[in-house]
């Protein structure tokens, strides 16, 4: 069994465990088994109202997500009640947003979490009222009131990641030490520690055995955090890095960046520092990222295709609609402090220059990116 306990408790940056949305191995973890159980009920009219609650509009993922779950909804006869946590991502606007859409009657709540720690009154009350619960993308953490859980496979996402950055380097310098420095999401986003223990769990090996050294020194995650997810808070603490660091013609071969809004970030600091650009990995598929990809800058995304991921959501709440149990592939893993909750992952991608035109083939967005 692979019990994720929430906001990285049972998990340390060592860890061999596949957390998260993990779908590699690891060893077991202590949790309760979960499943659907009475999660389905007995259905409700194919024309109800289906509340969608999504963090700030921080990356391209998210205005999409919001986008597809509004004509997705309504394409399948649902009344859609999309809603964002403003321009901050606060969690008081997100309480409040799913607080109203209970109180008007939702069937099916989709939470995009802002602060997974912070919800459990409001999607309590929610599933009193007769909703059920759907942890998009982030895991609703510290509640029984979670029936069910989306998401790609976070953890491997962290190990494609760190395997990623380690090839880069071989790729431009065959033998090492390889020098580097980590980034991680925003401390409030249950996600960031699943994505840097994954990633741990690949370099881990080789800062111990001497093959690749962070240079600052600063391994800790609470070190590494980037709040917010904010580019400048990224392009900061590059700056500061670089400065403290990498003075005269030293360099990192390599920075692990978590998404890529802040690998983008990262690169910039870099290029005004004047120093060559390292090995930068990233996440999510965003334009300026696969571009800088397809030009040989950032080495590395994650092709976490939003598309599908809204779609088998929206899959989800049809099987609930009929009063069917949704489908899940995962009963074990996904520990939030209270229960297990039955998951549905997605397997994510890692692309390189290598293999982006391959990638992207079947994408009408970012397809035309990949012939420059």
């Keep these: 069994m692979r019990n994720f306990l929430a906001r990285g408790v049972a998990v340390g940056a060592v860890a061999l465990l596949a957390l998260g949305t993990a779908a590699c191995g690891g060893s077991e973890r202590e949790g309760t088994t979960g499943s659907g ?109 979670v029936d069910y859980y989306i998401a790609y496979d976070n953890f491997k996402v962290g190990q494609l990641q760190g395997q990623a950055l380690l090839d880069g380097m071989k790729a431009k310098k065959a033998t090492g030490p390889w020098t580097i420095e980590l980034f991680a999401g925003s401390s409030d986003d249950n996600n960031s520690k699943v994505f840097f223990d994954g990633a741990m769990d690949v370099l881990k090996k080789e800062i111990d055995a001497g093959n690749v050294v962070v240079g600052s020194g600063q391994t800790d995650i609470k070190q590494a955090n980037t709040e917010g997810w904010k580019a400048e808070n990224a392009q900061r603490r590059m700056d500061s890095l670089l400065t403290s660091t990498y003075t005269g013609n030293k360099a990192p071969d390599g920075v692990l960046s978590p998404n890529d809004t802040l690998a983008r970030a990262i690169i910039q600091s870099v290029k005004s520092a004047g120093k060559p650009i390292p090995v930068v990995t990233g996440q999510d598929s965003e334009v300026e990222s696969v571009k800088s990809i397809v030009a040989g800058e950032q080495y590395s995304t994650i092709n976490k295709d939003t598309r599908k991921l809204v779609a088998d959501t929206i899959t989800m709440v049809k099987a609930l609609q009929a009063g069917n149990e949704p489908a899940v592939n995962d009963k074990e893993s996904y520990n939030n402090g209270t229960k297990v909750v039955p998951a549905q992952l997605l397997p994510p991608l890692i692309v390189t220059k290598a293999n982006v035109v391959e990638a992207y083939a079947n994408d009408p967005k970012l397809a035309p990116l990949t012939k420059g």
């Design 37 to 145: 159980g009475d999660a389905a009920a007995k259905g409700f009219p194919a024309n109800s109202l289906i509340g969608v609650a999504l963090p700030s509009k921080t990356s391209e993922n998210w205005v999409l997500a919001g986008d597809l779950f509004t004509n997705g909804l309504k394409e399948a006869g649902f009344q859609a009640d999309v809603q964002y946590a403003g321009a901050s991502s606060t969690v008081a606007d997100q309480q409040a947003q799913i607080s109203s859409m209970t109180t008007k009657g939702a069937k099916v709540i989709v939470i995009g979490a802002t602060d997974a720690a912070q919800l459990s009154t409001q999607v309590e009350a929610a599933q009193a009222a007769g909703a059920k619960i759907i942890a998009y993308d982030r895991l609703i953490t510290n509640t029984a009131a």
